[in-house]
């Protein structure tokens, strides 16, 4: 399950069926840097609720395979300043590429 994605309820029901969370065997999967569904109730505070009420062991996964360095770099320097993030840094195998240009709209509409 990817716990950046879910919200209170469905956390809390992941304890309920664990009955003991710190003996439980569960595994998750994980990106706060990639919480994006605020919308509908998920809550990032979920990644480090589960490392505390589970006693994992976590893992950072730092290489990117997608992107560029100068994607990555970029990206880097905006999530670095969010508050509470899980400090890591962003490796990449792909050293080189296009620059990032910024677009700056005045609507959505452009």
Do not use: C, W
């Not at 990817?2 to 998750?28: G, M």
């Not at 569904?37 to 505070?45: E, K, L, Q, T, V």
């Not at 990206?75 to 969010?82: S, T």
């Amino acid at each position: 399950s990817r716990r950046q994605d879910t919200n209170t309820v469905q956390y809390e029901i992941v304890k309920l069926l664990t009955i003991d969370p710190k003996s439980s065997s569960v595994f998750v999967v994980g990106d706060a840097d990639q919480s994006i569904y605020a919308f509908r109730g998920a809550d990032i505070r979920n990644v480090r609720q589960f490392i505390a009420d589970f006693d994992a062991t976590k893992i950072l996964l730092e290489m990117n395979y997608r992107s560029t360095h100068p994607i990555a770099a970029s990206a880097q320097a905006l999530i670095e300043h969010n508050i509470g993030r899980v400090k890591k840094t962003t490796k990449v195998r792909k050293p080189r590429g296009a620059h990032v240009k910024v677009f700056e709209a005045e609507g959505d509409r452009h």
